[in-house]
């Protein structure tokens, strides 16, 4: 049994699609997939998903990307769709300085409302970070002991790392730890605890080596799984194990 993590198959390239690939993900032994918000629509079009199946659940949450869109009246909606029995988190929220898609103190400015609001609530979050250590930690380091969670495709090093480990975050592994010149971030791998890791798909993107150009989907997350176990050197059956139970005691999937 696995659990995706973090998924977005509320995305439009699963509009012809979508159930079967929901079966597939059954059929590959993925019994639990966490579909991820990005902006309102996709919040609620995550939670509808996760209404209809049996083992998908939603967060809520405005991603860096769509900061711009943030208001009070946006984080009223976040505040009542979190409120529906299968949103586990608030997120993907954080920061993304590589694409710079909204301003930067915008991106800040909905970040932190985010992780009030999550503290509010007692949810933990999933944290998008993309070339912005630096501010994520200096975030965050506000809200220790008062938010956890989830650190989405997590891709800085292992001070870092053990940054986010000592304030009460999962570090979450996709499909990039399989590429062939990962080397970097398949050390951390070794290195980092299998109590402490998830494993995700961020479908549709970031399949993993051996589907390098398709679109990504949770049927492809036993090659993640299997690439931990290798750098690990335990059994498939140890990583699925280990990194299902996180999962379900991070984010609650029952």
Known sequence: MLVDSHAHLQWASFDKDREA????????????IVNI????????????LAERHEGLFATVGIHPHNASQFSDHVLDELRALAGHVKVVAIGEIGLDYYRDLSPREAQKKAFEAQLLLAEELELPVVIH????NRDILEVLSKFEGRVEGVMHCFSGGREMAKQCIRAGFHISLAGPVTFQNARRLQELA?????????????SPWLAPQEMR???NEPAFLPFIARKIAELKGVSFDVVA?????NAKE?????
């Open 190 to 202: 070794r290195w980092i605890s299998l109590d402490k890791i998830l494993l995700e798909t961020d």
């Open 250 to 254: 991070r984010l609650q999937l029952e």
């Open 213 to 215: 150009g398709r679109r």
């Open 129 to 132: 970070d993309r070339d912005a």
């Open 37 to 48: 918000g990005f902006d309102v629509d996709g919040c609620k079009a995550g939670v509808e």
């Open 241 to 245: 194990e280990a990194t299902s139970e």
């Open 21 to 32: 690939v929901v079966g597939r993900a059954r059929e590959a032994g993925v019994e639990y």
